[in-house]
Each structure stands twice: as structure tokens, then as C-alpha cells.
């Protein structure tokens, strides 16, 4: 997935369930601290993004609605190689505090609408409480290629709520490593007002350590339904061309292949603009 796919999904997810905000869990949150030539190739070979919505209904309707409207094997799956994974709250386990350090991605390739992705720190630790084969090598990836402190990591991991055994294996996963301490840099990312009431912080989707609600769902949340004119309408209508794109935006699909020969191999540096 390259970072104008995020920010296609981000611009969908939120035309889907009428909200200018979502939340981006799973590996390709990634890219909201990293553009894809800085990240080695494992991390985003992902087609998938998880999508969560600030506010939600306790039985998750618009995660679901964002699951039949884009998901997998939808026409936006079929048109653009790339598709959207609507969770809840409880499918990560998080570190303490992640709401505080989500990355805005907020862009005309998105809308203008904002997606909040997990920091690169948060998102390994929740890799590393799901402790699976892919997740392991995903985070040894990133620490490989010098893209995660271990020592802070180790930290996040530390500060779940979650079952003893969970940290201890996560704990005995990190310290196999040797200190990324001297080599890190810390990417340079935008800067977030944290007392701005469109924070997610101010929502339900907000928490202090664990990843369960912290204030009362919208009343309305259970009621709403996709827009008339949102991306999925449009794809469902127009499946061959979709909704016009914003100025300048480089769609995915066939054309990724074209840029991937055009661009080729590359040296991964900082970009502090991302």
C-alpha cells in the first residue's frame, strides 16, 4: 500500500459513515509517520487498512457498514486493489495514552477529512499483544530498519492492561534485540492540539490505557446510514470511473504498477514532511 492509498480509504471511509474523522489501527497506520519509500517492503505489502469510526454503536454499525460498503471483495476493492477493514473497539489492545499520540493525515487526497493514525510505537506494542507469526516480523522489520526505539517500545508494551502473560512474551520479543536507542530519529510529525475538540480524545472513541470507550456514543450513531452520495454510492453507480477525483491525486489501482516501474528501487531516507 503506498500513502495515497491510505488517504483514498480515509477520504472513503469518511464519506461512507458521515463523520470527518476515523481512526487507522492495524500495519498500514504506519504510514502516517512514514511515507512508503522509508519503510522496508514487509510493512506495507498489507491491501487492507483497519478503519474504526470515532463514534460508533455499541454493536458497531458503522464499522459494518464501512465493511460491506468498501471492504473486501466490494466494488471498491475490485476497482482499486486496496480496501477497508472496519473494527471496534475492542480489536487492539492498546498502550496507556495512544489516543494522546494518534498522527493526523489530513490532506486534499483525503478530503480534507482526517484520519488519525496509531504512532508507530503503539501500533508494534498492539502487534506485539497480538503476537502472531506476521505481527512478530513486522515489528522486527521496523526495528531492523532503525524505525522503532526498542526502548520505548518496551515501554508502551509495558504500560498495557492486558494479561501478565501477554507483556512478559512481548517484553522477552524486544529485549532479544539490541538497543535502537543511538540509531532512532524521531520523525519530525504535525503538531496536535490535544485541547481541540475534534480530537478523538474528546470522543468516545477516546481511552486512557485500554481500549474501551471513555464517554457516551452520539445518540444518533445507531440510526445513521451511508450517504446518498458517498464514495461506495458512487463506486455502486459509476464503477468504472467512481467519484472524480481531487486535483492533482494519483489514483491506485493499475496506475501503482506504472509509478512502481517509474519510480523503482530507491534509498530510504526521512521525510520530514510526512
Not at 121 to 133: E, G, I, Q, T, Y
Request: charged share 25%.
Amino acid at each position: 500500500m503506498f500513502r495515497s492509498d491510505l488517504e483514498h480509504i480515509i477520504r472513503a471511509s469518511c464519506e461512507v459513515v458521515q463523520q470527518d474523522r476515523v481512526i487507522i489501527l492495524g500495519s498500514q497506520a504506519i504510514l502516517g509517520t512514514y511515507g512508503e519509500y522509508e519503510l522496508p517492503d514487509y510493512s506495507t505489502r498489507s491491501m487492507e487498512a483497519d478503519v474504526r469510526p470515532v463514534e460508533d454503536s455499541p454493536d458497531e454499525h458503522l464499522a459494518n457498514v464501512i465493511d460491506g460498503a468498501i471492504g473486501e471483495f466490494s466494488l471498491f476493492h475490485s476497482s482499486y486493489g486496496i480496501y477497508a477493514q472496519g473494527v471496534g473497539e475492542r480489536t487492539a489492545i492498546l498502550p496507556e495514552g495512544w489516543v494522546d499520540r494518534l498522527v493526523p493525515v489530513n490532506n486534499e487526497n483525503t478530503g480534507y477529512f482526517t484520519g488519525w493514525c496509531l504512532d508507530a510505537h503503539d501500533l508494534c506494542a498492539s502487534k506485539l499483544m497480538a503476537n502472531r507469526p506476521k505481527d512478530r516480523q513486522f515489528v522486527r522489520e521496523l526495528v531492523d530498519s532503525s524505525l522503532i526505539n526498542t526502548e520505548t517500545l518496551l515501554e508502551r508494551v509495558q504500560s498495557t492492561h492486558t494479561d501478565p502473560e501477554r507483556i512478559a512474551a512481548a517484553t522477552s520479543f524486544i529485549r532479544g534485540f539490541s538497543s535502537t536507542a543511538s540509531r532512532y530519529v524521531a520523525p519530525e510529525l504535525p503538531l496536535v492540539d490535544l485541547d481541540d475538540p475534534r480530537h478523538p480524545r474528546h470522543t468516545s472513541a477516546s481511552s486512557s490505557g485500554t481500549d474501551s470507550p471513555n464517554g457516551a456514543t452520539s445518540p444518533d450513531v445507531a440510526a445513521r446510514e451511508p450517504n446518498p452520495d458517498s464514495a461506495a454510492e458512487i463506486y455502486q453507480r459509476h464503477p468504472e470511473t467512481g467519484p472524480e477525483e481531487p486535483s492533482g491525486y494519483s489514483r491506485p489501482g493499475p496506475a501503482r504498477e506504472q509509478r512502481a516501474a517509474t519510480v523503482g528501487p530507491q534509498k530510504r531516507t526521512r521525510n520530514p514532511g510526512r
